[in-house]
């Protein structure tokens, strides 16, 4: 039986990346400190479904704390699958310290814990701001212009060099995963789409940053998860920087529409200037994807925004998860 080590996996990505690996028999060793940054019981919900099984363990551990990541976790992992962190582009202005130490320092840590139990293969949860303001569009792995813009973004370019080093020097395979912006059931409360839709429902004023016209590259979780599935099995080589996009972009305004339409309900929108850190537009090549692990994104924004609310309306308790 395969083990993996999966880090986050109390949060949007990685519940949805154990329940693949559960239903296929691997034992996994999931990793969360269940951080603040949204509220917990969402994250207890998430998981639930997990304990079902025998060969699930949930270790309660904060990733900045090396000498915990040490004592308690002494298993034999064919595959560290690296997603805790801070998340979000506007709270890394706020808090860019919080930022660096768990997403760099805890990175290291974890590539640490790789190179000190032998384990072989670790892929990455980077993320599209690496590209920041870069015009030329779609993004392209190769090309090197990496011009992030918030703290957020610098932590994951960060990441994906660290990585570099660990896969040069001890032979780690590395795959840094590119995700562009990523929804679905479980999404996350503090991204648009799902704080939007609460917005909507609850009658309130939607702000939209800048004119309406900033474009987003929406992947749905069901194809990013399949993305992340093949990077597990890939072992041709030793370093590698993915795009797992949609290659489709969409503008604010169409998202509201697309909301609008599903939620059969008219939105109010409060116009407001545009966020510093906020990138213009996001727009994935998903070529290498293609052709290095067969990816090709398969859900159109239209049904993935239909299970988003299908979903949506029969989870949540929109009051509560107000942010
Ligand atoms: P999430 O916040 O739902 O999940 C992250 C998990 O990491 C949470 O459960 C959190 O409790 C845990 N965590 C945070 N700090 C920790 C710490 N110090 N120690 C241990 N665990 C900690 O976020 P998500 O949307 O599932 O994102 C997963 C990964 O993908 C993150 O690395 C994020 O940066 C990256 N990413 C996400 C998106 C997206 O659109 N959701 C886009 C690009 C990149």
Not at 48 to 60: A, P, S, V
Not at 134 to 143: A, G, I, L, T
Request: no cysteine.
């Amino acid at each position: 039986m395969k083990h993996a080590l999966v880090t986050g996996g109390a949060g949007f990505i990685g519940s949805h990346l154990i329940d693949k690996l559960l239903a296929e028999g691997w034992k996994v060793t999931n990793i969360d400190n269940f951080d603040n940054f949204y509220d917990r019981t969402i994250k207890e919900e998430n998981i639930k479904g997990h304990f079902d099984y025998n060969n699930y363990t949930l270790i309660e551990i904060d990733i900045r704390d090396f000498d915990a990541l040490k004592e308690k976790l002494t298993g034999d992992y064919d595959v560290i699958v690296h997603l805790a962190a801070k998340a979000g582009v506007r709270p890394s202005i706020e808090d860019p310290i919080t930022y660096q130490e768990v997403n760099v320092k805890g990175t290291q840590n974890l590539l640490e814990l790789a190179k000190n139990l032998g384990v072989k293969q670790f892929i990455f949860g980077s993320s599209s701001s690496v590209y920041g303001i870069n015009p030329n569009v779609p993004w392209k792995e190769d090309d090197h212009v990496l011009m992030p813009i918030s703290p957020y973004a610098s932590t994951k370019v960060s990441g994906e060099l660290m990585g570099h080093v660990y896969s040069h020097l001890y032979g780690i395979r590395f795959i840094a995963v590119r995700f562009f912006t990523v929804y679905g059931p479980r999404q996350r409360p503090d991204l648009a789409i799902h704080k939007f839709a609460r917005k909507i429902i609850e009658g309130e004023p939607i702000p939209i940053y800048g004119d309406g016209s900033s474009r987003r590259d929406y992947t749905y979780i069901d194809d990013i998860i399949r993305g992340i599935r093949s990077a597990m099995d890939y072992d041709r080589t030793i370093y590698e920087v993915i795009n797992l996009g949609n290659n489709h972009t969409i503008s604010l305004l169409e998202m509201v529409k697309a909301l609008e339409e599903a939620l059969e309900i008219k939105a109010k929108l409060e116009f407001l200037s545009p966020q510093p850190g906020d990138v213009p537009q996001t727009w994935a090549d998903v070529e290498k994807a293609k052709e290095i692990l067969g990816f090709i994104p398969n859900i159109s924004y239209k049904e993935g925004i239909r299970r988003f609310i299908e979903w949506f309306n029969n989870h949540m308790n929109h009051k509560k998860f107000l942010v």
